[in-house]
C-alpha cells in the first residue's frame, strides 16, 4: 500500500514460465476464474518475467483517506468518479 492509502499492489509469484492468459467467461467452468476477477477489480496488470517463472503484479486504486477528498461524496482515488 503507498503511503497515503490510495494504491493497493498486489504481487503473486508463478513457477510457469507461461503468460496469464483471460480466457472468455463460461458460466460452466468450475474454477479459472481468478484472473478474470482481478482483472475487472483492478486499474493495472501486469506480469513480469524474471530468470525463472512469472511475478503477476495488480494495482487496485482505493477511496481518497478520510479528509482528503474534495467534496462529501468519496471518489475514486485514480479516475476521480463517485463511489457507489
Do not use: K, N, W
Request: with cysteine.
Amino acid at each position: 500500500m503507498t503511503p497515503d492509502a490510495a494504491l493497493l499492489r498486489i504481487t503473486v509469484h508463478d513457477s510457469s514460465p507461461r503468460p496469464p492468459a483471460l480466457r472468455a467467461y463460461d458460466f460452466r467452468r468450475v474454477g479459472r476464474h481468478g484472473l478474470q476477477q482481478v482483472a475487472r477489480l483492478c486499474d493495472q496488470l501486469h506480469t513480469i518475467a524474471p530468470e525463472s517463472g512469472q511475478q503477476i503484479v495488480a494495482h487496485l486504486c482505493l477511496c481518497h483517506p478520510v479528509g482528503q477528498a474534495s467534496s462529501p461524496v468519496a471518489v475514486h482515488a485514480c479516475s476521480g468518479r463517485p463511489l457507489g
